[in-house]
């Protein structure tokens, strides 16, 4: 088993910044994928940004320039940057760490950008 702990989610205003952060524990192979996904109300929950523990980062094109993904593998730690924060990136935010045969999510945080 896999627990996942989010944090700092907030309201900020546009323009604004937040970090996120997300912290696993439990049973935890070494090789695993660790990112963030967001679902606004009446959308499909979707990719942010994830990173994987031999270095590679991807992010979605909406997000690209303004949001940085960062993981502390030692800590099993992940953190999410959100800087230039639009109304639109308005969700859950929620983490995921994906290894072999198994994908865990946190309860989410909630993020709020008010124009």
Do not use: H
């Amino acid at each position: 088993q896999v627990q996942l702990v989010e944090s700092g989610g907030g309201l900020v205003q546009a323009g604004g910044s937040l970090r996120l952060s997300c912290i696993a524990s439990g049973n935890i192979f070494r090789v695993n994928t660790m990112g963030w996904y967001r679902q606004a109300p009446g959308k499909q929950r979707e990719l942010v940004a994830i990173s994987t523990t031999t270095g590679n980062t991807d992010y979605a094109d909406s997000v690209k320039g303004r949001f940085a993904i960062s993981r502390d593998s030692a800590k099993n730690t992940v953190y999410l940057q959100m800087n230039s924060l639009k109304p639109e990136d308005t969700a859950v935010y929620y983490c995921n760490l994906k290894t072999i045969g198994l994908s865990s999510w946190g309860q989410g945080t909630q993020v709020t950008v008010s124009s």
